[in-house]
């Protein structure tokens, strides 16, 4: 039975029918466990292949290491110059007030890091990365992720985002969240009002990555945040028993899409500890994008995308369709085309 506290320990998940308390205990001894009673009302208990559980329910698999995981999968750290941020590109960095979420996925690509309220960056912390900020003219973008940004309180986010504001270069804002449609009764108005600032343009990536978590309360937080004039994107990661299916991933794009939610990136999965159960072939992948081409319009078509382990940014990696000219149609006919031949 689900009640409407956020599960967090073995017995809790045991009441709910869920999963074994030892086997959540042992897994949460080593990473962060929490699923909201959204999510896990979500859950069909009687199917062992459930994609919302299989997302979100703790699994021994995670325990072991496979050889080319790492703790660090996208190098936040080397590219780190203060607490808080992550500057890669030199046009925009990632801001990381906060370092918990209202949900645990079990894939999580910062699984060693994210948890706990207390690693929040302290008043003085954050002044710093807001000082980093300012002293980089070059940043034209800022990207507040985490942990989830929206769990900040609306007096906290509307501080950060108006100090942001406040700094001239910066023109866009955007944050990345899973509360749309994890805990959506969160999108209060008050939550909507501390995003609303003068200057800067503010975008929301909403993570998502089966259509069932676009549930009634999410297409209402949705709806809220569009009505209130914030361009909404949708990140998925690529899942073995999640989203693996070309129909399952066509289900989830016309939902996001419905919604007013571009899907923006597909993520291979990242090479984080203890997710090679989730892990689908980059061929794989492919193979699912090219029959996306032919099942869905352009709107509803992400970018596959790898983060290059190491830190070493983001790079397209979707299948190619014009080779030495020979182009592929979404049907898989070849056509000639090389117009620049002379
Ligand atoms: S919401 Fe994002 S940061 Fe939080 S556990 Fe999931 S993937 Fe990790």
Not at 42 to 69: G, H, K
Not at 88 to 116: A, K, M, Q, S
């Amino acid at each position: 039975m689900i009640n409407n506290r956020t599960l967090r320990r073995g017995e809790d998940f045991a009441a709910a029918g869920l999963a074994e308390t030892e086997i959540v205990d042992r897994v949460a001894e080593r990473y962060a466990v929490a699923v909201t009673p959204l999510l896990a009302g979500l859950i069909d208990a009687e199917n062992e292949d459930d994609p919302i559980a299989r997302q979100f329910v703790p699994d021994l698999r995670e325990l072991e290491t496979a050889p080319a995981e790492r703790a660090d999968p996208i190098g936040d750290h080397a590219f780190s110059p203060v607490k808080g941020i992550v500057h890669r590109y030199p046009d925009r960095l990632l801001l990381t007030p906060l370092l918990h979420c209202p949900v645990y996925c079990r894939f999580c690509f910062r699984r060693e890091r994210v948890g706990g309220a207390e690693k929040a960056l302290d008043e003085a912390e954050l002044t710093a990365a807001l000082d980093y900020i300012r002293a980089h003219e070059e940043v034209w973008e800022v990207v507040i992720t985490g942990g989830d940004p929206l769990m900040l309180s609306p007096p906290r986010l509307a501080a950060m985002m108006r100090a942001l504001d406040a700094i001239p270069h910066v023109r866009i804002i955007r944050l990345h969240s899973r509360i749309p449609v994890a805990d959506p009764d969160r999108i209060t108005a008050d939550l909507i009002d501390a995003l609303q600032i003068d200057r800067a343009t503010v975008w929301l990536a909403v993570h998502c990555n089966h259509e069932r978590e676009v549930s009634a309360p999410a297409s209402a937080a949705l709806r809220a945040l569009s009505r209130a004039g914030i361009p909404l994107l949708g990140q998925t990661v690529l899942l073995r028993g999640v989203n693996d299916k070309a129909e399952t991933l066509e289900a989830l794009f016309r939902a996001l899409v419905a919604n007013r939610v571009k899907p923006y990136y597909l993520h291979q999965l990242d090479l984080a500890a203890g997710t090679d159960h989730f892990r689908v072939p980059v061929e794989e992948g492919r193979a699912l994008m090219r029959e996306l081409r032919g099942r869905v319009s352009g709107v509803c078509q992400p970018t596959y995308i790898l983060d290059i382990p190491g830190g070493h940014g983001k790079v397209p990696i979707g299948p190619a369709y014009l080779e030495e000219g020979i182009v592929m149609d979404w049907q898989g006919g070849a056509h000639d085309y090389a117009p620049d031949r002379r």
